[in-house]
């Protein structure tokens, strides 16, 4: 950390400025900061409880082997977008890359996919964490109640955001070191000391793969599939780059440690909870509903309720929280280069040098499709969309490297420079996200509640669909790649921030922290060689 401490003041945003940008947000993260960010979105905590149940119902007990396969795919994508960000280190990550790599149409469409694909995602994170606020007051929830308090979260979320980076930065590490201490721990101990069965659990399906047809491949793929939705948070260290001190060697570094963290804790959890779990054949006949908590109070007793139940929802508010901060960022990155709708008002920042624009905008939109958790198999709609339109850009912002590498017209000149491995490695991430979209996106009646109408189970499908129709009409409509030349940002004019004084910083911060640069300089050239276009 200390390396990106050493640099002078002002190198990062003249690095900036180099990219056509002025320094607008408040850069004051570490490299601790930017993982804490990473790791909260990906959170092992809420990964576990989105895909434990689902995983083991449609492939039993050796569902846990779909986990590792999913993150070795994930680190072949995290190879390219390390390169990416090691030579761009900018918010909005797929948008901006894409647009230089292969011009401003794609970028802008794999920018505007990325988008929702969070927006989205945030509202699908505050829903799943609104029964746990319940269940910490023995409440019971309905729908109506449901919605009101993810609605709750997503402003908390947005005023926790508004007050800038250094208090995001401190809400988050505090969130995810209880969690992952507690994760670690609980993980460990059902392990070591409460294994009901052997390891020869992971070799059976418990005839789950009745549900397939009696096909266990077509069990295991439908488990990648679920899978799929635990590892696809570390792009967050890449929302905040701009935040981040020497962003094009530390963005790189956090996005490895956050990735790699979390699935080995998700991995051990995942192990831990079958083998601890008094009847997994429960889980596989749709009779347990929650897995996880029903092996921590086997093992623990029925006092460990309340304390689990508490740091799963620290582990999901601090998910939402942060995730809300990504897709703030992402929004600013789009406004700020006048193609995104209302252009003016999202690239706002407050006084406190936090994409207050960004984080209003972001949480209407999310907050608006929370009205489907009005209805519990349209909400899982939006799942089943989120992880499919998360792998969209993932697939994209790997196919425009590739291209660009063999085409000529990229040779990577950040300090990450891999050469004929990076390219093949390149091409593998290419295929696999390729795989995992389609994979992610096939029609699987499995995967919907029984009785959920047709448009559930074909819900990834349309609703990536829906979101690329809407981008490319917005592209023939209101053409915003006219405002991108040759890949240079054409950055609209910054309006005056609010007068609201930044809160007090350490000694530490007032060393590396600085004022925003004037935003209505005219951009400078940005100096990639031949990468730039």
């Keep these: 950390m200390s390396e990106g401490m050493d640099r002078p003041a002002d190198a990062d945003a003249s690095r900036l400025r180099d990219l056509g940008y002025s ?12 993982i804490s960010m990473g790791f909260a979105v990906v959170s092992p905590v809420v990964a576990l409880y989105a895909v434990s149940m689902v995983g083991t119902t449609v492939a039993g007990p050796m569902w ?3 986990l590792p396969l999913v993150l070795a795919g994930q680190c072949l994508v995290v190879n390219v977008y390390a390169e990416l960000s ?4 900018l918010a909005g990550g797929p948008y901006q890359w894409g647009r230089r790599l292969l011009g401003p149409a794609f970028g802008w469409l794999g920018g505007w996919v990325w988008q929702f694909a969070v927006m989205f995602g945030n509202t699908t994170v505050a829903y799943l964490a609104a029964p746990w606020v319940y269940a910490l007051f023995g409440a019971v929830p309905t729908p109506g109640g449901l919605v009101a308090v993810a609605v709750g979260i997503l402003l908390a979320g947005m005023l926790v955001n508004a007050y800038g980076i250094t208090i995001l930065r401190r809400f988050v590490s505090m969130g995810i070191a209880a969690e992952a201490v507690a994760s670690v721990l609980v993980g460990l101990a059902l392990l070591l000391f409460f294994r009901e069965h052997g390891f020869a659990l992971f070799t059976e399906t418990l005839g789950a793969e009745a549900l397939s047809g009696g096909s266990t491949v077509l069990g295991l793929l439908a488990a990648v599939a679920v899978a799929g939705w635990a590892f696809i948070g570390f792009d967050a260290c890449v929302s905040t780059a701009e935040e981040t001190r020497d962003a094009g060697r530390q963005v790189p570094r956090a996005m490895w440690w956050a990735l790699l963290s979390v699935g080995t804790v998700v991995i051990l959890n995942a192990m831990a909870v079958a083998l601890a779990h008094p009847r997994p054949a429960d889980v596989v006949a749709g009779q347990d509903l929650d897995p996880v908590t029903t092996a921590v109070v086997h093992a623990f007793g029925g006092w460990s309720d309340k304390p689990f139940v508490v740091v799963v929802l620290i582990g999901f508010l601090a998910c939402a929280v942060a995730s809300q901060g990504g897709a703030a960022r992402g929004l600013f990155s789009l406004a700020r280069d006048g193609v995104f709708p209302f252009s003016r008002h999202v690239r706002r920042v407050n006084g406190r040098q936090a994409p207050i624009g960004g984080l209003v ?7 608006s499709a929370l009205v489907l958790g009005l209805n519990a198999t349209a909400i899982g709609s ?13 697939f994209l912002v790997s196919l425009a490297a590739f291209i660009a590498r063999v085409r000529g017209t990229w040779v990577p000149s950040g300090h990450i420079r891999q050469g004929a491995r990076g390219t093949v490695l390149n091409a593998l991430a290419v295929l696999w996200t390729a795989f995992e979209v389609v994979n992610v996106c096939w029609p699987r009646a499995v995967l919907a509640p029984p009785g ?4 559930q189970v074909w819900a990834a499908l349309l609703g990536t669909g829906v979101v690329l129709g809407s981008g490319l009409l917005y592209l023939l409509v209101k053409r915003p790649q006219d405002r991108l030349r040759d890949g240079a940002a054409a950055p609209l004019p910054a309006p005056a921030p609010a007068p609201v004084p930044a809160p007090a910083a350490s000694p530490a911060e007032d060393a590396t922290a600085r004022p925003a640069e004037d935003a209505t300089a005219p ?11």
């Design 382 to 394: 939006l799942i089943a969309f989120g992880t499919a339109a998360t792998y969209l850009p993932f």
């Design 86 to 89: 090691a030579q761009w280190p």
């Design 361 to 367: 905008a972001s949480t209407l939109i999310s907050g």
């Design 23 to 34: 320094q607008e947000l408040r850069r004051s993260l570490g490299i601790l900061g930017n």
């Design 523 to 533: 951009a400078a050239p940005e100096a990639a060689g031949p990468a730039a276009h």
């Design 452 to 455: 959920a109408p047709w448009y």
């Design 64 to 66: 846990v082997w779909a």
